[in-house]
Structures are given as C-alpha cells and as structure tokens.
C-alpha cells in the first residue's frame, strides 16, 4: 500500500535527479566558460569572435541556472496512459535528451494551471510538490478525473487534499521580496499570462488579487515565448516607488528571466534626477493632455523674426538681415519636421545663404567661390549675427526651457492660456528649482520637440561613427571568410563582438531616452496621468502592453476611473483588453469584506467577489480618548505585532499607517515601546533597517501601495481622509491602507476620529 512518506519519498528521488542535472549543467557550463576565457584574445579576427560569442552564451546560460535554484521542481501532471510530467521553473533534459523537467510556460505545462474536472483532457491528476531547499516537505494532489484509480490512491496515501499549496503561501511570513506565484497560478491568471505579444492587455483587480504577479509572469513568459523579438528590444517594466521595484525585483530572475529594466516614472529620462514632489492639485495641472500645447508654444516662441535686425559690415559692403529672409529661413527649418535644435542647423544655413546673397548683390562683378565662404565664415563669426539667429532661433536644452516657463509667469500665461490666475501662480516657481516627479512627462515631451542639446548631439555622432567602423569591419570578416548567406549577419557579429546580452541590452535601454521596448509592464497603472501616458507610449510603438491596476485605488487626481475612457483614447476602440481578477488572495475575508464594503459606500468601483480564506478576529477596533493615548494604543498593538510575526530572520512585516502630520511622532512612540519590549539592540536593528526592506514600516497611504504586510495598524482614519485632495482619493487612500495585511488589520482612532468617519 502507497503511504505518504513512500510518496515523498518517491518524489523525493525525481527532485534530487532534476537537482542534480542543474548542478551538473551549471559545472559543465562554468568549465566551458573558463575554457573560453583562458584563451584569450590570441587567433585571428574570426576565433577571437567566435569565442566572445560562446562567452557570452555561456555567460547567460550560467546566470539563469544560478537563478532558479528556489523550488525548482513545484508540480506533476498524470495522464490517462500512467505518463508523469514534471513542471518546474525551467526545462531540463537528461544526457540522451530526454524530458526530465518542462519548463512552466511551455505548451505542455498548460493544463497544471488551467485543467478542470470538467475540462481535463487526458490528464487525471495533478499534484503540488513543496520543497524546502531541496527537500521535499509536502505533496497535494488534485484528481481532475473522477473515475480515475488516483482518486483512491490518492486518498489512500493522505496526498488527496485541495488548494492546501495556494493556502500555504498566503499563510507564509512576509518578507521584503516578493515571491513569484509560479506553483500556484489560478486558471484565471494563467490566460491572462498566456495573452498574446502583439496587444495592450488591461488586468483590473482588487488588492490582493495577484494583480502584479500576473503581469511578471506574463512578462517572463513572453521573454520565453518570443524571445527572439523580445532579447534585441527588452522588455520594462514601471512601478510606482523604488520600494516597490525592489519588493519585485527577484521574481523574474527567480523564472530565470534577467535583463529587463525596471523604472518609475521619475527615472525614466537617464541622468535626471527628481528631489522634489508636487502637491496633489499642481500634479494634476501638469498632467493634463494640454500641457502638451503649453510645450509646443514654449517652442514655438523661440522660433521668430526678432524685433531688431542688424546691418554687418563685410569687406566694406553693408549686409542687411532681412525680415523677409527670416520669414524664408524660419519656413525652411519647419519643413524639415526635425526636433527644434536640429532643425536649427537649417535656418542657420539658409540665413547665411540668403545674408550672403544680400553681399553678392551689391557687387559689380562675380565674386569666386573662396571669397563666398570667406564671407559666410565672417558673417557666421560676426557678433550681432549670432546674437540675431538666436534670437530667431534659440537652441535650447528642455530642462532650460521648462525652468524658465515656470519661473516667469507671464510666460506661463503666453503658453496656456487656459491656466486661471490662480493655476499660474500655484506653478510658478523661483529659477533653478529642483525638479518633481510631475516634471518629468513635461521634460520628456520638450525632449522630443526639442531633439538633442547639440553637444549630446556631437557626441553621439562620434559614438555613431565609431559603430559605423565596427559594422564595416563586421561585414570585411564576413567576407573574408565566405560568410554571406545571410544566416550570420554583421550586427549579430558585432553583437558578439561587444558581448551582448540581456543584461547588455537592458543596460543600453535604461541609457537611451530614445530607445523604443519590444513590451512595456505598467504597475498601479491608474495612478498616470495623461502626460504620463504619452510619455510611455513614444517608448513602445509596438504598442504591446501588460497594465496592471485598480480603479478603486486610484488617488492621483489626473489618474484613471475608467479604463475605457484612457485606454480607447490611447489604443483605439477594439484594441485592448480587459481582465478582471475577482478573488482576493491576499487578505482575510474579514480584512477584505470591511474594506469592501466602505470603498463601495464611497461610491469606489470594487472587483473583488470573495476573499479564499478567513481568519477569526482579524480586524481589531481600537477607540481612545486623546492623542496620547492614542501613541500609545498603536505603540503596544505595533508591538504586539511585532512579536507574533517579525523574526530575526528577516522575516515579517508590519506597517503603521497613518496621517502624515503624526508620523514623526507615531515612529519615536513606536520604537520607544519596540526597544521596551524586544530590547535596545533588536529595537535599533528594526529602525536601522532600509526603507524598503524594513520590517517595522511608519508610513502614509503613498508609499506602501503594492506592498503587504502581515500586520497593519490603521491611525486616525478620518484624519487620513482630510489630508487628501478629493474625496473619491480619500477613499481610495483608506481602501489601500485597510487591504495591505495577510493576517491582521487594527483600526486605532480617537473618539472624535470616530464620530468625524464611520468605517
């Protein structure tokens, strides 16, 4: 008779053989690389390059077996004909070549996340393997066909049980990484992964519904399904916080997906760095689709026929600048539709022409070409003519140009119109002012009117023209060595050449405003504004897209309420997708209900249908009298907290969120009490601990968005809903803040808090 122990038994000896290949490819793998690598740069052009190309090959090869290490092997297929098939986070074979592991997003490992008892095909059983390092601790199977002899083997062997690996993750403590869902991934969530490159794909969900998760695993199986597309253009992937890009940034390596670049939307122009954050209300101006009018007018400004225009004097002769000849030139630049800058080098041009034609009249006889250029180089030198064709035509750096647009305001004024006194004097702002996170769609949309500042520019040619070198020498080896089939191309070479890779692509795309994705990932997604979006969709013309949101959540004043409205706007009727994931994974029925039913009291379009799993007295109200006892009621339930869930492994989270006005003072209680209960030393690592990685976390609504915590203490809710800029934003704050815990959830507020906001 089958036991459970034979059973892990059993499954036990495929983890370790599936283990063993990985340690024996990444050894063959890491002597091959040495190999390589110890026959350095000697042979000719041609060794040399097919060496740098197995370098690199092999280079990648060992990063990604380095990176699935965690749970390797997670699931087991049977079919009717007794096959077994093994799901795991890559796809190994064995020395003859034989399956031995199938790669998650393969084709076959489709029904471990879709089958059904009703739609199974031949597969009758479908088990969950739970590892822990490389042990096996735990097996679950599900029986998909009910006249199948594994329901009672089954049943026999203890292994019979139902979403117990789903449960078990939920259940798990917190940490400051976020873990990938690949052993558990819902039917519901698998078709949305498995969506097609070439569309925009919407996911709304409620908290907790694996709205994030999705569009990683969407991403890394995209990387894997079009990977020849996808390794030359990358992949980026846009959250709303660098807390919240660190939370996520193990889980496509963990799927053995490296390369892709990760940004919020303050980083996305290289060598800009934002210090500074708008208020609600002016990041709603700035984020409004006219402001792109407002840059366009700022350009155009700087592209007249100037009020005085000089006389020069070459050679004795006077030469005029004609207004007429400043119509003409101005005229010949925009035709160009080049960015301003270079369009420039086309009004200059036809200014000197038509100023050296203004010389060549008043001659009496036909002047020879070398007393022509000597006369465009003196008029090019001459003092009032540069001041004059800058006037006419100011090349300018954007982040120069939005600086001076906000510091003037009746510049300001010129360029929108449609801005109320009271809206010009809330963007006005003195000259040199550090940028905001709102500046950065306006600085990427003067970027693009503007094209490059012209000492970038002259730099890039220089790098241009050395790519240029490297590609002719790429076709010269081709050549000489018979290559010309076209199979073998001479940028593949250079690519070889120059060690390229997915972490190298990734790397020239986070350098290169310009660069255009194969695939863009947008997090909180409803929290961007028009301005925003557009600065977004000039990086992906493909427009292929995985937006991940929740309209309930949206708290940004410029942000999305409707899907439909942003997205037919930005895609087209027709042209996108949208999913609704309904089941709240993450909090407990009683966390997710409260939270539910106050966000559709305000009026909040709510997903989430039902929450998987309860938790007897997980939501805790706490009512005071005062203020200070108020800090002390969130201080002891912060502790109390603290030691049911945060180890000194590093494990568990707890939040206190809270106004912004009271979190100085809510931190100094809350570690007062930490050190009074754990211990100074304990108390001094938890607050030494990074921002986005600590364990005891004091923040406002803002920052925590997309994070979990085990615990989460609620401050003085009705305080939190008066700080905000709208009502329907205070709602959507209290929503966030009240859906982030696994376990537990503690509402404290004074009694006056209580009678200003029912909850």
Known sequence: MSTYASQLEEEQRAVTRAYNRLDALRAETKQRLDVVRAAGSHGSPTQRTERDSFATMYED??????GVEDRLVFGRLDNAKNDRLYIGRIGLTDEQHTPMLIDWRAEAARPFYEATPSHHGDIVMRRHITLHLRDVVALEDEVLDIHSQSVDEASTSGTLTGEGALLASLSSRRTGKMTDIVATIQGEQDAIIRSPLNRAVVVQGGPGTGKTAVALHRAAYLLYTHRRTL??????VVGPSSAFLHYIDQVLPSLGETGVVSRTIADLIPGVVVTAVDTPQVAYIKGDRRMVAAIRNAVADRERVPANLPVVHINGIDVPM????????????????????????TFVKSMLSAMRMRYEEQLDYTPDQDELYRTVSLLRMNDKVRVALNLAWLPMTAQ???????????KLRRYAPWLSDEQVKALTREKGAPLTRSDIALLDEAMQLLGEDPKVEARRKRLEAKHDEEIQFAKDTLAQNGIGNGIVTSQMLLDNINGSSPEDTAQRAANDREWTYGHIVVDEAQELTAMDWRMLMRRCPSR????VGDVAQTSALGGTRSWAKTMNRLFGHGHWDVNELTIDYRNPQEVSQLASDFAAKQGLYISTV???????DSVRRITVQDRDALFDAVADTTARFAGEFVAQDGTGRVAVIGPKQLLGQLEDRVYARLEHELGTEEARRLRAQDSWDCQIMVSDTE??????????????????????????????????????????LAIVRTSLDERELEL
């Open 231 to 236: 390794s030359r253009s990358g992949v980026l």
């Open 61 to 66: 090869r060992l990063i990604q077996l380095r």
């Open 322 to 345: 004609l207004p007429s000849d400043v119509e003409q030139a101005l005229g010949d630049a925009k035709r160009t539709h080049q960015p301003h800058n270079k369009s420039r080098e």
């Open 610 to 616: 039902h929450a998987v799993r309860g938790i007897p």
């Open 703 to 744: 920052t925590v968005k997309g994070l979990e915590y085990d615990a989460v203490v609620v401050v003085e809710p009705a305080l939190i809903d008066q700080e905000a800029p709208s009502r329907l934003v205070s709602a959507a704050d209290l929503y966030v803040a009240m859906t982030r815990p696994t376990q537990r």
């Open 544 to 547: 292929s897209f995985t937006i």
């Open 400 to 410: 120069w140009m939005l600086d001076d647009m906000f510091s003037k305001p009746h």
